[in-house]
């Protein structure tokens, strides 16, 4: 990044990708070991905590192309400048968009689950 304006798509999306590959990682780990153990993982909900800075480092630049002061304006102007621009601008919508699915994907699937192991009991 230069000057705070990224210079292509890896500037923009690799800290939220990474970050959201740990969460679901670190969640599917967990729900792996509640059905081999039969025990409670209560460390799965850590995988929130990743989920959550994933969505806060992509909504920066989520926001900058959405912002409607002149910072906004300024940093869509510089935009226009850089090389293959149209795909900078759609990873600065998929920098947010990707890890907000994928967090809310984890908590429907965490309360399907929970549903699940209660019909299973009877």
Sequence with gaps: MENGVPQDITDIILLPFMLMFFGLVW???AWNAERTTGRKANWKWGAFFFLFVSMYTGFKFF???LDPSSNG???RETMRGIEHSRRVVV???VAFLFP???TVAIAVWAFLDSRMKAARRY
Excluded: E, G, K
Aim: hydrophobic share 60%.
């Design 63 to 65: 926001w900058a192309m």
């Design 73 to 75: 304006q300024l940093y």
């Design 27 to 29: 969640w599917i780990l």
């Design 91 to 93: 990873s600065h919508y």
């Design 100 to 102: 907000f699915v994928s």
